[in-house]
């Protein structure tokens, strides 16, 4: 797919790649083979069926596209942009075994972005009033998901979210050039225009608590709260002017629009030296994020090696034409600042791999003596999150594990409080959008069910 | 939106909202906050929530212009709307009967330090007021400290009003007298927090403050407002804004108080260079 120079694009926040025209659209989706057992459909966690939309691209028929795979996917504009098609869909492409998997996800992106530019968004008919109302707390992949599917069964749908605008995750935390806001954005009208409420500026737990929510009428809610709490590595110096989490740097920037300061009015520490430590999306996604705002040197410091590095092949690709520097098998030890508290320095210490751990990679252990220092006056830490803890902190019956995630029957998303369903990365700590909203998916028919037949 | 219904200004830089959020006001308990966003450029910034009427469904908040934001929320008028108001955040003050307690407030920190005075009366303790303020024009809400006081003093720093001095000296002298405390509760400037903490320290009195570092989103999201509190990491808007004092790391948050001073001047330089009004506009 055509993309931004490297050169360019890292004076702007557009996206990178530019997507399909018409022509390559229908060129790319004439190499599907149109598998009689289409591999690519498991791979998928929501089994959009890829063999019938590619085709109709291949005929031109982008809208029917469009809606061929709106059946199963509320948000083929996000998921387009933001799937790991590489490890899904494509990775089981039969044309992979010899060369390049279709680009599914790419053909995705332009039947959703055909369909929203020529403003034919056809809202599915929403049958008459079941007379029930759910609520759906946060407004991410998982929550937005719950409540397409519920108005479209004729369930009323209130989403509650935290923050003063909806997206939860696509709007805060994944940056303008990897997912466009105007894209959520419009993905959040076309929920509105089917008759979704949202309420912003509504915590959960603080404003409502669960019970609260029954008692307004609700007969489910669901929980889709997100992994939102930033961890931190218990490092001297992490409390330093200049250190950030992710959450905090990519929240200032994507959300509260920094990079417009002092046009709009929150800051964020440009830098000369950016560290950023972590080795998933969100590092490269702060990495990449840092090189825009302050064309400085940003290097990306991550204990395991290259190939353990669990973001996107796509998005390392991208960080290192955009001058992102990497220094692998190396983690920071503490962080040194001036009298005031800033932060100038960060030590780091080389690492080697020993045996693998539970996640089945090696695990990364200190080299004894190979401590060593770089200027840095921006660190930021994406080592990862832990989940959101307010709802189950004010609704003490719902069960959690050991770490706080919430606990669920993983057929049908139920917690163990009666009529509370929940999924995402709050069931699941850190994972995938698409993850989010396959649990979204089926929480929505299971809930459809317990309205219908109470059972629990 | 959420509607300003009444707005009276406290000193020259101080102003008192009452905003129409019903929903808040039927929730809040003393000690907890807001964050609210003035439109659509703005940041968003934490103020404790210091009263509320829940038949008319507002909360009331003070705020004092220290830089861009507080300085364009001080300029709003009653019929003006704020465009984002959330809350209530933060844990709410643990109040119970202690006994004797002594409620501290210094300069802006009055105002957060009153609602929690006002519920520890109702739950029956005897309530020992000290306020202070720089000088006499700047004290806020005098009289309704001095209601809901069994004992009221005022401090003021030049002089111009009450005991010429610190609310430190009024507490030490109370201690001297040995006056019979249970528990010391103080808001207001960081570098008065940490004095009165050094203070009880020395008597083993529990102190607790609540705490106004930055804060981004204001519901744990962030952990911009992280504090260390006996050398552990907390995030003041949802594990505060409540410590106690005694482990509280003072310095540490002055420090990073002061993490976007240069930002900060910059964005009121920006607000001078275009003479007010047509910010609001935007």
Known sequence: MPEQDPLERIRNFQEVPYG???????????????????????????????????RLISEGKFIEAAWKIKETNLLPSVCGRVCRQEDQCEKRCIRAKKGQAVAIGALERFAADYEREKGDLAVPEIPAWTGRKVAVVGSGPAGLTVAGDLVKKGHRVTIFEALHVPGGVLMYGIPEFRLPKRIVAAEIAYLK???????????????????????????????????????????PGENLIGVYSSNEYLTRVNLMRAYQFPECDTPVLRGRKVVVVGGGNTALDASRTARRLCHV??????????????????????????????????????????????????ELVKMELSEPDDSGRRRPIPVAGSAFQ?????????????????VPRTSPDIEVSSCGNIVVEPTTEKTSKKGVFAGGDIVRGGATVILAMGDGRRAANNIHEYLKNRNW | MFEIVEKVLLSHTVSLFRIKAPGIASKRQAGQFIMLRLNEFGERIPLTIVDSDTEEGTITVISQEVGKTTGMLGALEKGAGILDVVGPLGKPAHI???????????????????????ALKEAGNKVISIVGARTKELLILEEKMKKISDDFFVTTDDGSYGHHGFVTQILKRLIEEETKIDIVFAIGPISMMRAVCDLTRQYALPTIVSLNPIMVDGTGMCGACRVTVAGENMFACVDGPEFNGHDVDFEELIRRNRGYYNEEKLAMEELTYHEGPRCYER
Request: proline share 5%; with cysteine; hydrophobic share 40%.
């Open chain 1, 193 to 235: 225009r089917m008759g979704v409420d949202f309420e912003l500026n509504a915590v959960i737990g603080k404003l409502f608590t669960i019970d609260d929510l029954f008692g307004e009428g609700y007969e489910a809610v669901f929980v889709g709260t997100g992994a939102g709490l930033p961890i931190f590595m218990g490092i």
């Open chain 1, 20 to 54: 399909y025209t018409e022509e390559l659209a229908m060129k790319e989706a004439f190499r599907c083979l149109q598998c009689k057992d289409p591999k690519c459909v498991e791979g998928c966690p929501v089994n959009i069926d890829i063999p019938w939309f590619v």
């Open chain 2, 96 to 118: 119970e009967k202690f006994g004797t307690a002594v409620c501290i407030g210094g300069g802006i920190g009055v105002a957060p330090v009153y609602p929690i005075s006002s």
């Open chain 1, 297 to 346: 040197d940003v290097t990306v410091v991550y204990r395991r090696s290259r190939e353990e590095m669990p973001a996107r092949k796509e998005e390392i690709q991208h960080a290192e034409e955009e001058g992102v520097k990497f220094l692998f098998l190396t983690s920071p030890t503490r962080y040194i600042g001036d009298r005031d508290g800033r932060l100038m320095k960060a």
């Open chain 1, 374 to 390: 770089i200027d840095a006056d921006v660190v930021i830490i994406a080592v990862g999150n832990l989940i959101n803890p307010l």
